[in-house]
């Protein structure tokens, strides 16, 4: 249905004098409407195409040494594969990282707003912020964006004087501490390789060949993940990356080719 | 689907809410305390949407301290649920919080009591209440075991009756539930009910 702005055009002065004080009293107030056919509808429209399906796979868990954080790496609009080599763990400071998952622009814009946020609590209390306290900026910020179409399924991980914290923030507002987490499409895959192999007292080697390993399992069910298995570690002097391998590759490394016996060899038939 | 049900006693009210964080078919977490100790003598049990139901607990947390700095003197069970149904009514036609709330309390004038709050700012005083897929069942349970004055043990067995109906007969049933009591000594945990344990989890 066609919007109409007749009702909102100002009315004209009836004496023209040119003083601007006149002008601003004489100008009745009205706001820019979006330029569209379907004024109510739009918005909820606009919110369905941003949203995407959060493709992807991402985890993090705390153990004995700290916290692990691990990621895949592709990107999909809807079944094409636009990258395969997208940083879905964002340092947001030296001893936090965050993770990506739902809409890229969203993950970034958000998690450096974080990072400035971050610093400059530490500026004003001259001490770093908690992970407690980053994690609720964070979850307040996007609780205040609810129902806007802001798309974001992030985990914050890092090492403060209390030790190692993760917590899973999400765009509806949600945010939850934990010490296990996996967000994305193909966090049920993941969710049932990490969940069996997980002890607290694991090394860090071990740590990270769980959440390697977790990853490429998912991405091999879920087509909307793939690309690199990348993997950080968060202890208490900050985060390391600890590797970045392909899942394809590591497919092989998993399942290698195992020549088979021929049973029989297949002769040409005889004649036609 | 989140559970949470209370019923007030002879000299205290419980309440006991279901452990599960979930995110469609994915229980992110299972043992995630719902119940919110509002002051030291009320309790707000509350089940809803993830981002609104701290949010708008944690602001009524806050308020009713506020209130009991500039005046010196805390806000009886019936104020804070008045209060708190104002606020979800005030949003409502706005921006309306997704909340559904049991607030326990005990005054020392008036003995304990609870209110049941729904997310449409619906306010009731009761002895017994229910939300949740959860109330299909405890509500009755409710019903049939409940008279006024029971004892604690006799509250606390007719929880557990409640939340073993929960666990045989709702499909996708919680398997974790936490209990919590306010009497004239305050507000505390009672137990948790766990039937699943989350490997060295954290509690929240």
Same mark, same amino acid.
């Given at each position: ?272 | ?92 036609? /706005? ?69 073993? @109906? ?13 209990? /919590? ?12 009910? @766990? ?10």
């Amino acid at each position: 249905m066609k919007f109409d702005t007749s009702g909102l055009e100002s009315a004209a002065p009836v004496w023209g004098a040119p003083s601007e004080l006149v002008d601003g009293f004489s100008a009745a107030p009205s706001f820019e409407v979006p330029n569209t056919t379907d004024f109510d509808g739009f918005q909820k429209e606009a919110i369905q195409m941003v949203k995407p399906a959060k493709g992807t796979t991402t985890l993090a868990f705390i153990f004995k040494e700290g916290v692990i954080v691990a990621a895949d790496s592709r990107a999909s609009m809807g079944g094409y594969i636009s990258s395969q080599s997208v940083k879905k763990i964002i340092e947001i400071n030296p001893y936090m990282l965050g993770t990506m998952a739902g809409g890229a622009a969203d993950c970034q814009f958000w998690h450096r707003n974080l990072g400035i946020k971050c610093r400059l609590h530490e500026l004003a209390n001259k001490r770093r912020i908690s992970v407690t306290g980053a994690s609720k900026l964070l979850a307040n910020i996007l609780y205040s964006y609810r129902g806007m179409g802001l798309s974001v399924g992030t985990m914050i991980a890092g090492w403060d004087e209390t030790g190692p914290g993760l917590y899973y923030v999400d765009s509806e507002g949600g945010r939850l501490k934990g010490m296990r987490f996996s967000v994305g499409s193909g966090s049920p895959y993941a969710y049932g390789v990490l969940d069996n192999g997980y002890r607290y007292d694991m090394s860090v080697e071990e740590a990270a060949e769980l959440a390697r390993r977790a990853i490429y399992h998912a991405t091999f069910r879920d087509g909307a993940s793939g690309g690199v298995a990348s993997v950080y570690f968060v202890g208490p002097s900050g985060w390391k990356k600890l590797s970045g391998d392909d899942v394809g590759e590591l497919h092989y490394q998993y399942y290698p080719v195992m020549p088979s016996t021929v049973e029989q060899e297949m002769v040409e038939a005889a004649g036609a | 689907m989140e559970c949470v049900f209370g019923l007030v006693g002879n000299d205290f009210a419980v309440v006991a809410a279901d452990t599960s964080a979930v995110h469609s078919i994915l229980v992110h977490k299972s043992n995630e305390d719902k119940i919110m100790i509002l002051d030291s003598h009320k309790l707000v049990a509350a089940s809803g949407e993830p981002g609104d139901r701290v949010q708008f607990t944690e602001y009524i947390q806050k308020n009713v301290a506020l209130y009991q700095f500039r005046n010196g003197i805390p806000l009886t069970t019936a104020a804070a649920a008045n209060f708190t149904r104002g606020e979800l009514a005030t949003a409502l036609r /706005k921006n309306p919080y997704s909340v559904n709330i049991l607030l326990a309390g005990y005054d020392k004038e008036t003995g304990p009591s609870l209110y049941y709050i729904d997310y449409i700012a619906t306010l009731h005083k009761v002895d017994k209440g229910a939300f949740g897929y959860g109330s299909y069942f405890s509500l009755s349970m409710m019903d049939r075991h409940y008279h006024s004055g029971m004892t604690v043990e006799e509250a606390i067995d007719l929880v557990d009756k409640c939340i073993t @109906e929960i666990r045989s007969r709702l499909v996708v049933a919680p398997p974790n539930f936490v209990i /919590k009591i306010v009497d004239k000594d305050g507000a505390r945990e009672y137990a948790w009910r @766990e039937s699943v344990k989350d490997a060295a989890a954290a509690s929240a």
